[in-house]
């Protein structure tokens, strides 16, 4: 009656012993992903890149007062390196790579728009970065929205005292006439997060999994490659079983080393804040591991060898850096590729794992549905190619 | 051909009666053949109860193609096999707990102690946490790895691991046991320990099929399977082997150098005599073939008595090395083939 309970602890404790004998090992998985988070905190600068700009003025130079105002709006986007009529010399420079941007003032504004006509505020770019180059022309957007605000203001100011000067009085402000409609922001969190800390759930999510899908993967190729799946076919044990047992000595490793990341992540000077049930978030690390374990675990009964199991678990890990949500939002993706995205245990996980670390609520009905999904398929397929490609006999 | 218990050739009336013995293996007709065309072909053999069976073969010949055929591992092409009154592919999880099984490699864990790596075992075959401290301890001690129970596996020695293993297949005390060249690259001394401790188990009434690529080793076997090309060319006890080959047994004759003329005159004057052979290294040395050498010895005594000028040196009933006897069988297989 008890057998079963026997054998399936023999891989618990097995593949416990054998992780604990490798200290490296741990430190490895435990300070790996803390001293990315550490310097992503301490280094990341914003998603915003910093624009090196060459302002380009008309040669017949530009009023001192104009030229204030344009510098102030300017500079809200973009970084001035220099300001000077050389339009040449910036073209030079930002072929060379040494600015970013160069954003030339066309001359006579103020002479073109009594005249009836548009004038053009070039910018030139350099970028193959497809991001970048929508910041550029985003941001060039809002700064020429904003110069024609100014402009706006000035004309109506001036109406205003031509008109005034005839007798007819406007009681509107001319900022008001320029820009009738203003934005307002309200974020109930209050604020946002800082980078580090809205990124700290999902790097933690990411490494979990990759631990998973790593032990996973190598855990059966290993067993193969060392001879003892011929030693399991003749003892009496099932690979149920052994599956089970390898499933449950993980996750006691993962729970652990996810209990110490959390403290790290916590209790150490990058206070990521932890809000939610610990009860939730432990059950919910249970089910996500169980279903990165499950992936790695079909690769493992797939690969011929252990260099193949790590090169198809760098693959998940790729595809769960671009599809899960983690760098890019999953709605960016059309729905063919988005089901991709949920398949993936992170996508879910980093969803989860926000919500309870950083909201305090409770993960979406779907989190939990999908994970459990996730889990239960991977197994079935796990223990089932597992017999199937070692219990064949030849 | 088929063996009687006692290990003499057996009658077809007495193959039945081994039959209803229930032998603990039976392979009727068994072929395995893999896609390149090798494998093994026409397998037939019976093993009693408490035997040392011993398969013995260059490499590559089908040694551990038969013994992963009678552990389950492959499937019998065509053919028969029994094993514990099972066909290996259907082993019940009962029957698996009767077998114990030692692959030809190093198959246990480099992070784990001995101990470990015996618990785990253990495990394997679902012996309880309680009962299994004193047969881990007795297969420790039987393999005399005691002193190195807390020691990582990977740094055991080559042979200290192949006592390990040994170990490993002792644990759960199986009535069947298949050592797949347990000797391979052990040193001779720990060969003979190994051999002896295999006799030891066979005294406890245990089955032993071994498989091994030493030829020096057949000796050690109650039967011995010599195979060659995925056939077994000759089945039969060591001392059956022997006259197979050499056509007789043989006595070793050292007679005062002055003499051997007139001694190998004598012995080829003797009916019981088949033939002599002189030694090329030791000029007195002679070697003469016989139908039963007990029988012929006092015959022999005789004869020379009668000529008081020869001096018998030594005479007596000679086993030579089944190296020889090994390479002998071989070259009547291959005589066999050219004809």
């Not at chain 2, 030791?282 to 004869?303: I, R, S």
């Amino acid at each position: 009656m008890f057998r079963p309970i026997i054998r399936l602890f023999a891989f618990f404790s097995k593949e416990v012993r054998e992780i604990v004998r490798q200290p490296r090992l741990i430190l490895s998985l435990l300070l790996g992903p803390f001293l990315i988070l550490l310097l992503f905190g301490v280094g990341y600068q914003g998603e915003r890149p910093k624009l090196r700009t060459a302002l380009i003025v008309p040669a017949q130079g530009v009023d001192q007062a104009q030229l204030d105002a344009l510098k102030k709006s300017i500079g809200l986007n973009f970084t001035i390196e220099t300001v000077d009529s050389d339009l040449n010399g910036a073209m030079a420079r930002l072929q060379a790579g040494q600015i970013e941007v160069v954003e030339v003032i066309p001359p006579q504004i103020q002479e073109n728009l009594i005249g009836g006509k548009q004038s053009q505020v070039d910018f030139q770019y350099n970028q193959i970065n497809p991001v970048n180059e929508q910041w550029i022309r985003y941001l060039a957007y809002a700064q020429v929205n904003e110069m024609n605000r100014f402009i706006q203001t000035q004309a109506i100011t001036q109406m205003q005292t031509d008109l005034k000067n005839r007798g007819v009085e406007s009681t509107i402000p001319p900022e008001v006439l320029a820009a009738p409609v203003m934005p307002t922001y309200r974020n109930l969190q209050g604020t946002s997060l800082a980078f580090m800390t809205f990124y700290a759930p999902g790097v933690m999510a990411l490494m979990i999994q990759h631990i998973a899908v790593t032990l996973g993967a190598l855990s059966l190729v290993r067993e193969r490659l060392l001879g003892a799946v011929e030693l399991f076919q003749v003892a009496p044990v099932s690979f149920m079983e052994v599956l089970l047992g390898k499933y449950l000595g993980y996750t006691l490793i993962i729970g652990v080393m996810a209990a110490a990341l959390i403290s790290l992540l916590v209790f150490t000077p990058l206070a990521v804040p932890f809000l939610g049930s610990i009860i939730f978030f432990a059950v919910l690390i249970l089910l996500f591991t169980a279903a990165a374990l499950g992936i790695g675990f079909m690769i493992s009964v797939w690969s011929t060898s252990d260099s193949q199991a790590i090169q198809l678990s760098m693959l998940v890990l790729l595809m769960s850096m671009f599809f899960s949500g983690f760098f890019l939002p999953l709605e960016n993706f059309t729905p063919a590729v988005q089901l991709v995205g949920f398949a993936l245990p992170l996508t879910h996980a980093i969803n989860g794992f926000q919500n309870i670390m950083l909201r305090g609520t409770l993960p979406a009905d779907n989190t939990w549905i999908l994970l459990a999904i996730i889990a239960s398929v991977t197994f079935l397929l796990a223990v089932g190619g597992a017999r199937w490609r070692f219990l064949q006999v030849e | 051909m088929q063996v009687s218990t006692t290990g003499s050739l057996a009658t077809r009336s007495e193959m039945t009666a081994i039959d209803a013995q229930a032998s603990v293996i039976s392979a009727n007709n068994v072929e395995h053949v893999f896609s390149e065309g090798v494998g093994v072909f026409d397998l037939n053999f019976e093993i009693p109860p408490g035997t040392i069976f011993g398969m013995i073969g260059p490499s590559g010949c089908g040694k551990t193609t038969t013994v992963r055929l009678l552990t389950g591992l492959y499937r019998p092409d065509h053919g028969k096999l029994m094993v514990l009154k099972q066909a290996p592919i259907n082993f019940s999880s009962r029957t698996r707990t009767q077998i114990g099984y030692m692959p030809q490699h190093f198959v246990l864990y480099p992070n784990l102690t001995v101990w470990e790596n015996l618990n785990f075992v253990a495990s394997l075959y679902g012996m309880g946490y309680l009962k299994r401290r004193r047969p881990l301890n007795d297969a420790l001690e039987f393999v005399e790895l005691s002193h190195a129970r807390n020691r990582l596996s990977s740094q055991l020695s080559g042979g200290m691991q192949r006592r390990l293993q040994l170990a490993c297949m002792l644990v759960n005390s199986p009535q069947l046991m298949f050592a797949d060249e347990p000797t391979a690259g052990v040193d001779p001394v720990l060969r003979a320990k190994f051999w002896e401790h295999f006799r030891s188990l066979r005294d406890q009434g245990k089955t032993l099929f071994v498989t091994t690529q030493y030829v020096g080793e057949a000796a050690y076997c109650d039967l011995i399977a010599v195979m060659r090309a995925g056939r077994i060319i000759h089945l039969d006890t060591p001392a059956n082997l022997q006259r197979k080959a050499l056509g007789g047994e043989i006595i070793k004759l050292v007679v005062n150098p002055a003499d051997v003329s007139a001694v190998i005159q004598i012995c080829y004057q003797h009916p019981a005599i088949n033939d002599v052979r002189r030694s090329n290294r030791e000029p007195g040395l002679l070697y003469l073939q016989v139908e039963d050498a007990a029988a012929t010895l006092p015959l022999l005594f005789g004869v020379l008595g009668q000529h008081p000028e020869i001096t018998v040196q030594q005479a007596e009933k000679y086993a030579p090395p089944f190296d020889d006897i090994f390479i002998q069988l071989m070259e009547q297989a291959e005589g066999e083939d050219h004809v």
